[in-house]
């Protein structure tokens, strides 16, 4: 097979539910070299060439730069297998990123909790032996405090909640709990990891005992993050109710991974957060999707001669944000690829072309509300809630 025939097939193991904008047309076609690459990999290891993204209506660019060199999008669900091939990719790079939604009576004096977040930031803490650094400055991670507007009327909600998001980066390396989840932070698990050099670019992935063990230390860096965004709120607030405590960006099984959205099999009520000033959604995910929307999307042919139609019927994802939009970028025009490296050529604003390696430093914005009509018109959940913005907490 030419290299350009397995870009094409990588191409048609992407299925997306995205709004079609330039920043998702620019994350799926980086994807489609994260896919041939690991098609390349499944081969060699003498399994069927079937690693599948499903995009969820936030799919967007990453700027993480490794992730993004590396092939991958964001706002999706990426599988290898169904949980029983021994290995997992690890370039991906899985964090336990997530959201801790807490209902409150009432809202707390804005003095009060500024003092408690400095306190936060600034005393020494400790969580199973890991001294904790708090990234609530971080990139997107946030304290959102908001009102509750309930849609549903099975539903019992608080007044107001608040929306603490945040990963771990304590445990990106080797740490005392083990492991470390990046192979660009942890030398031993980069030691670990086998690197088959594809025509798109290196892969990196555990496998066997060493695959175990990483899905074992994700799970427990998991746990952790969980227990360590709890912390937090208990330190920020005093009488809270926990609605929901999540990732959306790590391993669902050892061949599986969450890139950005939410996980509906999960259960329960799960927050999509849009930009500062928009309103964000609990919703009530739906398992999905089911083979009606497999039809409308216009998917199933496709999916049943790849062999894939299953795992499309167990996606069960949602969004968990709006996602970047790129508005000065009018359309990407083409991929040029160098001696394994990719550039994009793309329309901007005024006809301009630009050349770019990674789409780290372009004009970002967030989307609105078109992300939330695109997942209730796709069934992929229902609104609980509405999430009305009166505070917002950056360190």
């Known amino acids: 097979m030419t ?23 620019l994350s799926l076609l980086n994807m489609t070299y994260g896919l041939a690459k690991l098609h390349h990999v499944q081969q060699s290891l003498g399994d069927p060439p079937d690693a599948t993204f499903i995009a969820s209506p936030d799919v967007t660019v990453t700027r993480n730069e490794a992730r993004w060199h590396a092939g991958y999008g964001y706002g999706g669900k990426l599988a290898w297998g169904e949980g029983d091939r021994p290995y997992v990719f690890v370039d991906v790079k899985p964090n336990a990123c997530g ?20 306190d936060l930031l ?83 992935f555990v496998e066997g005992d060493d695959a175990d063990e ?50 509906t099999s999960r259960g329960g009520l799960m927050p999509t957060m849009l930009r500062a000033s928009t309103p964000g959604y609990l919703f009530r995910g739906l398992p999905n999707l089911a083979d009606g929307q497999i039809d409308i999307l216009g998917w199933r042919e496709r999916a ?20 970047y939009m790129l508005p000065t970028i009018s359309r990407v025009l083409e991929v040029v690829q160098l001696d394994g490296k990719r550039y994009y050529r793309m329309e901007a604003e005024g006809g301009v072309e630009l050349l770019i390696g990674s789409p780290r430093d372009l004009t970002y914005a967030f989307r609105g509300r078109r992300v ?24």
Not at 105 to 116: G, H, T
């Open 372 to 395: 939330i009509l695109k997942a209730t018109e796709c069934r992929l959940g229902e609104i609980a809630a509405r999430l009305q913005p009166l505070h917002v907490l950056k360190a």
């Open 99 to 118: 959201m801790l939604v807490g209902g409150l009576s009432e809202l707390p004096p804005m003095p009060d909790l500024a003092r408690r977040l400095h």
């Open 304 to 323: 049943e001669r790849h062999g894939i139609l299953a795992r499309l019927r167990g996606a069960n994802l949602l969004p968990h944000g709006a996602g």
């Open 3 to 25: 290299p350009e025939d397995a870009l094409q097939r990588a191409h048609e193991h992407i299925f997306s539910i995205g709004l079609g904008d330039a920043a998702a047309e």
């Open 122 to 204: 600034t005393e020494p803490a400790e969580l199973d032996g890991v001294t904790l650094q708090w990234d609530l400055g971080a990139g997107n991670h946030f304290i959102d405090l908001m009102a509750v507007e309930p849609v549903l009327g099975d539903l019992e909600l608080p007044p107001y909640v608040f929306v603490l998001h945040f990963s771990g980066s304590e445990l990106r390396g080797e740490n005392p709990l083990g492991i470390g989840l990046y192979w660009d932070h942890s030398p031993e698990l980069a030691r670990r990891c086998r690197t088959v050099h594809t025509p798109w670019g290196p892969a990196r």
């Open 214 to 263: 990483y899905l074992d230390f994700f799970k427990l860096a998991e746990d952790f993050i969980r227990r360590r965004r709890l912390l937090a709120a208990e330190r920020l607030f005093d009488d809270f109710e926990v609605i929901c405590n999540l990732h959306h960006q790590g391993l669902v099984h050892k061949n599986a991974v969450l890139l950005g959205c939410q996980d």
